[in-house]
């Protein structure tokens, strides 16, 4: 079992920049891929960027491709989103997820899921 919070969202002007953070617990360590996720009002849930258990590898959705930056440390067992460039139609509450399949960017691919946090980008 692992055990996932986020923290680090906010307000934000457009063009500004967020930092969240994924606090993991339990079974932790280098084990699992791990991913962001957002869910804007009335959509589904959409994949943002995934990170091999290593930290080497990284995916990223076309849309915010070259403004985010996914990153991991695991001797703290926490994994980043270094968010910039922030536009509107990034606002939604975003998720932390676990997976044990490698460049994981489904939905069903996670196990485990953390709570959220609310990322809101004003115009």
């Known amino acids: 079992q692992v055990q996932l919070v986020e923290s680090g969202g906010g307000l934000v002007q457009a063009g500004g920049s967020l930092r969240l953070s994924c606090a993991a617990s339990?079974?932790?360590?280098?084990?699992?891929?791990m991913g962001w996720f957002r869910q804007a009002p009335g959509k589904e849930r959409e994949f943002v960027a995934t990170i091999s258990s290593a930290g080497d590898v990284t995916y990223y959705a076309d849309s915010v491709k070259g403004r985010f930056t996914i990153s991991r440390d695991n001797g703290k067992n926490t994994m980043y989103l270094q968010m910039n460039s922030l536009k509107p139609e990034d606002t939604a509450v975003y998720y932390c997820?676990?997976?044990?399949?490698?460049?994981?960017?489904?939905?069903?691919?996670?196990?485990?899921w953390g709570q959220g946090t609310q990322v809101t980008v004003s115009s």
């Open positions: 997820a676990a997976s044990v399949y490698t460049s994981a960017t489904m939905t069903r691919q996670y196990s485990y």
């Open positions: 339990g079974r932790t360590g280098s084990y699992y891929t």
